[in-house]
Nanobody, 122 residues
C-alpha cells in the first residue's frame, strides 16, 4: 500500500507558475512510476505527465509539453509537477498517482492522492 498526499494547488493568474507536490508513505516509493492527471468540471480525468521509477523517462500530454515538468526525489518520497506559463484551460483538480509503469491510462495506477485544486484566472 502507498498513501499519496497532493499539495501545492491554488489560485494563480494566467502566465503564472505553481509547483505541486506528491508526498508518499507506506511501501517504497521508488518501486513505482508516478503519474499526474487532472480533471476539470464536467470533463473526464486526463493524463498530464508521468515519470519512471528512476526518473530515466518522462512523458507529457501535448497540451502541457514545454510548460510543465515532472520530477521526483525518491530519497524524500516525493514527486513534483512544476507548472509554468499557466493558462485558464489548465484549471482543474490535479491528482498524483503511483503504478507499476508510466502510462496515459489512469487504470494502470493503483494508488491516488486526494487531489489539489488549481485555478488559473485570465
Amino acid at each position: 500500500q502507498v498513501q499519496l498526499v497532493d499539495t501545492g494547488g491554488g489560485l494563480v493568474q494566467s502566465g503564472g507558475s505553481l509547483r505541486l507536490s506528491c508526498a508518499a508513505s507506506g511501501r517504497t516509493f521508488s518501486l513505482y512510476a508516478v503519474g499526474w492527471f487532472r480533471q476539470a468540471p464536467g470533463k473526464e480525468r486526463e493524463f498530464v505527465a508521468s515519470i519512471t521509477r528512476s526518473s530515466s523517462g518522462t512523458y507529457y500530454a501535448d497540451s502541457v509539453k514545454g510548460r510543465f515538468t515532472i520530477s521526483r526525489e525518491n530519497a524524500k518520497n516525493t514527486a513534483y509537477l512544476q507548472m509554468n506559463s499557466l493558462k485558464p484551460e489548465d484549471t482543474a483538480i490535479y491528482y498524483c498517482s503511483a503504478g507499476d509503469f508510466p502510462s496515459v491510462n489512469p487504470a494502470i495506477y493503483a494508488y491516488w492522492g486526494q487531489g489539489t485544486q488549481v485555478t488559473v484566472s485570465s
